[in-house]
């Protein structure tokens, strides 16, 4: 059974740069991409962006001017880095496994809760 | 960006009854090459990770219960829960994954009436 493990900092100041990182158990590494999704406080889904495992990236183009996500193929884990954080930023965070280039989302992290505040 | 809108934002149903939760897309997200609709369906309860349920628009992820179905083809797409359970309470979330960025429904909370 495959099982998505992440975590990082939960608490940040406004400028700081959130990493957040996400380690994968069971499956194959090599044969889906990996992706990060958000979820702000009362509100829906927000798409990040995505990494295979040889390290090609898509991003939401909202996002994308503050936004990196790597892999380590060595370790089964990607990463995301966002900057310049501000309250609006404040999220549950995922990750999540994407079974295919342009396909469904099939298995998920439990969440971080990062929370932005001065 | 392909917008989501899903309807109602609420429904109750009593246990046994069926549940239906819509989603339109404001754009195609059927792909003709493959005659694939990149549609899938999501619960979501809290404090847990969301959950896949169908995907294909109809194809229902293994060990998801039957009374579990999605329909629909183009920007028309249905969530169905016949025999409302329990613990099917949750919110269900549609996802389309037809193109970058990928998109999400805003919600349907299902309780219990």
């Known amino acids: 059974q495959v099982q998505l493990q992440q975590w990082g900092a939960g608490l940040l100041k406004p400028s700081e740069t959130l990493s957040l990182t996400c380690a994968v158990y069971g499956g194959s590494f090599s044969g889906h991409y990996w992706s990060w999704i958000r979820q702000p406080p009362g509100k829906g889904l927000e798409w990040i962006g995505e990494?295979?495992?040889?390290?090609?990236?898509n991003y939401n183009p909202s996002l994308k001017s503050r936004v990196t996500i790597s892999v380590d193929t060595s370790k089964n884990q990607f990463s995301l880095r966002m900057t310049s954080v501000t309250a609006a930023d404040t999220a549950v965070y995922y990750c999540?496994?994407?079974?295919?280039?342009?396909?469904?989302?099939?298995?998920w992290g439990r969440g971080t809760l990062v929370t932005v505040s001065s | 960006d392909i917008g989501m809108t899903q309807s109602p934002d609420s429904l109750a149903v009593s246990l046994g009854e069926r549940a239906t939760v819509s989603c339109k897309s404001s754009q195609s997200v059927l792909y003709n090459s493959d005659n694939k609709n990149y549609l899938a369906w999501y619960q979501h309860k809290r404090g847990q990770p969301p959950k896949l349920l169908i995907y294909w628009a109809s194809t229902r992820e293994s060990g998801v219960p039957d009374r579990f179905s999605g329909s629909g083809s183009g920007t028309d797409f249905t969530l169905t829960i016949t025999n409302f359970q329990a613990e099917d309470v949750a919110i269900y979330y549609c996802h389309q994954y037809y193109t970058t960025p990928q998109t999400f429904g805003q919600g349907t909370k299902v309780e219990i009436k």
């Open positions: 990494i295979s495992h040889s390290g090609s990236t």
């Open positions: 999540a496994r994407r079974y295919d280039w342009n396909d469904r989302l099939d298995f």
